[in-house]
């Protein structure tokens, strides 16, 4: 069976710190891979996604940026944090291409809760 | 921009009673699709209803569609204390991306 999982859970970081998230996929082969921001309280904004190694399409200017070194595996970065970096963090997966099998839904992990101080 | 915007914001029912969300969308779309989430977790998908069905059910779940309001709506059947929790609507935007609504937040009280 399919697992993502994402790490830290939670992250307290200083304004101007660096910042690494990491998110990884098991059980499946050329996922496609997002990272969504949710503000308390709000939806769920979509930052990066991702259909191959490599490749990576922004969807927001911002001050992050993400990688995918690997075909399971997804790092959300930034060099120097701000105050507005701060949120719930979340990565999610899915083999959208694969529509005959009805694979079009996202499979999302744990999240990481992001405070900039 | 946001696709999908969800009615109410925020919904309180008492156990047993049945809960409705409603979605409104701006854009044709091939599906849409519910998600729910527990607090400080992940989105786990619901249903998925496409463009050319109107209604759905999985369990205590039913989805309806109509594409000439462009607008869904999940009812949940029946609450229970374990149903509290957020409900979101997606549409796709673009190639294999999903945007969400706003969400609701819905409390059951026992």
């Known amino acids: 069976s399919q697992t993502i999982h994402q790490w830290p859970a939670t992250l307290v970081q200083p304004v101007g710190s660096p910042l690494s998230l990491e998110c990884t996929v098991e059980g499946t082969s050329n996922p496609n891979l997002y990272w969504y921001r949710q503000a308390a309280g709000r939806g769920l904004q979509l930052l990066f996604y991702s259909v191959g190694i490599g490749q990576i399409s922004s969807e927001v200017p911002q001050n992050l940026s993400a990688s995918r070194p690997q075909d399971r595996q997804f790092i959300l970065s930034s060099k120097k944090l701000l105050l507005s970096d701060s949120g719930f963090y979340l990565c999610a997966w899915s083999v959208w291409w694969d529509r005959t099998s009805r694979n079009e839904k996202l499979f999302f992990g744990s999240g990481t809760q992001l405070s900039v101080l | ?110």
């Not at chain 2, 969300?21 to 209803?49: D, E, F």
């Not at chain 2, 869904?72 to 673009?94: H, M, N, P, Q």
Request: net charge positive.
């Open chain 2, 1 to 110: 921009s946001q696709q999908g915007e969800e009615d109410p914001q925020a919904l309180s029912i008492q156990e047993g009673e049945n809960a409705t969300m409603n979605c409104s969308y701006k854009t044709s779309i091939n599906n849409l699709q519910w998600y729910r989430q527990n607090s400080g977790r992940g989105l786990v998908h619901l249903i998925l209803i496409r463009s050319n069905e109107r209604e759905k059910h999985s369990g205590r779940l039913r989805v309806t569609l109509d594409t000439s309001k462009k607008s869904s709506s999940l009812l949940i059947t029946a609450s229970r204390a374990a149903d509290t929790a957020s409900y979101f609507c997606a549409t796709e935007w673009g190639a294999q991306k999903l945007v969400f609504g706003q969400g609701t937040r819905l409390t059951i009280n026992p």
